[in-house]
């Protein structure tokens, strides 16, 4: 592996701070994260917080102008970060309706300057990885409140509903198969990997990031709609007469359509994570450490499917069972005959849940 590191040294202080926010905004990404190598450690986690800032435009409850303004600007910092005390100034000054107040602190300088003074750091090479791919989120979330643009959103029982399978799917790649290319970039630039390889990374990208995109919308399926959204399209939701927006359940055909679609992207995922080199050692163990607890989720949904998509829907995995995925991306790190067995029980075992259910009179 080749350090193209160059300056880029944190010190305490900011090492600190980037596992502080982590923590703050996803328990699993802090988790993984400290298994990557330096730099691509601190890069990754520097991209995984602008994307947060990202969101949080998004999320807030404000009108569509003020919203694609505050995104002109963060584009703007993306190209020059050097700007961050005066913007995270005025942003300070905004109402953030519909964050909380953490979300609402990474907004402003005190919590959030640090970030943009890392970011100034990363060698050009990284930047401009994190800064294309960042910027391509952000042009697809600038979308999500246009009526002219894809993907598009329908409204039904006072719901705002992607519209069609397409628009559910590129909904999923902007908001996480760029990272996927995003990570992929990075791990080709600091690992060197080869064309071959680099190819199928590109390649699988996108569904990696797509299937754990969807499997976060079923899991997160009633508190989304709770607060108005539903990210799982219309033209699906139409065939169960809009019960789960009621959160009335629906048929276990229905069901089994909405796992076995999650399913098909996290088999090209399993693909992303064998195509990792041995060498690749740290990026492989995050890759598994999220491709596990994925599975272990669509298993928690199969076997709870009585209560899907009604006000009991919780399949979120236990601490006990994310540990047990950590365990398990240990033993099978460097044998990739144990990671394609694993994938396909847990495949078996959640198309048996389905299938218990299934027989049931």
């Not at 040294?9 to 703050?24: F, H, M, N, V």
């Not at 990208?205 to 754990?212: E, I, K, P, T």
């Not at 048929?251 to 999650?262: F, G, H, N, Q």
Request: hydrophobic share 40%; aromatic share 10%; with cysteine.
């Amino acid at each position: 592996m080749i350090d193209y590191s160059g300056s880029f040294r944190l010190t305490p202080t900011q090492k600190s701070y980037l596992g502080k926010q982590l923590d703050k905004v996803s328990r699993s990404f802090a988790i993984l994260i400290p298994y990557i190598e330096p730099p691509l450690r601190h890069y990754l986690a520097v991209a995984y917080l602008l994307c947060r800032v990202a969101d949080n435009i998004e999320d807030c409850g404000q009108p569509n102008p003020w919203k694609q303004a505050r995104f002109t600007a963060f584009v703007d910092l993306l190209q020059e970060p050097r700007r961050a005390p005066g913007q995270l100034a005025a942003w300070e000054k905004d109402a953030w309706p519909g964050l909380s107040q953490e979300e609402r602190q990474i907004m402003g300088v005190a919590h959030g300057l640090t970030l943009w003074q890392i970011y100034a750091m990363i060698p050009d090479h990284a930047q401009a990885v994190i800064r294309q791919w960042v910027g391509v989120m952000v042009a697809g979330m600038s979308k999500l409140s246009d009526p002219d643009e894809q993907p598009c959103f329908v409204q039904r029982k006072g719901i705002d509903i992607l519209e069609t399978e397409q628009d559910y799917n590129e909904y999923c790649y902007y908001v996480a198969g760029t990272v996927g290319a995003l990570a992929s970039e990075l791990v080709v630039q600091q690992y060197e990997l080869g064309v071959d390889v680099s190819a199928i990374l590109r390649l699988r990208a996108d569904s990696c990031g797509r299937s754990l995109q969807k499997t976060n919308i079923v899991k997160d399926f009633v508190e989304d709609v709770t607060r108005g959204v539903c990210y799982l399209p219309d033209v699906w939701l139409r065939i169960a007469d809009y019960a789960p927006l009621e959160l009335r359940g629906a048929t276990l055909a229905w069901k089994e359509r909405i796992i076995s679609d999650v399913l098909h992207d996290l088999r090209d995922a399993a693909d992303y994570t064998l195509a990792l080199p041995h060498h690749v050692v740290g990026y492989r163990r995050a890759s598994l450490l999220c491709l596990f607890p994925a599975y272990h989720t669509l298993l928690s949904a199969a076997q709870r499917q009585e209560t899907l998509f009604t006000p009991a829907h919780q399949i979120k995995i236990s601490r006990s069972t994310l540990a047990q995925c950590i365990s398990d991306s240990d033993k099978v790190l460097l044998d990739d005959e144990a990671i394609r067995r694993y994938c396909t029980t847990m495949e078996s075992k959640i198309y048996a849940g389905i299938g218990r259910f299934h027989q049931m009179p």
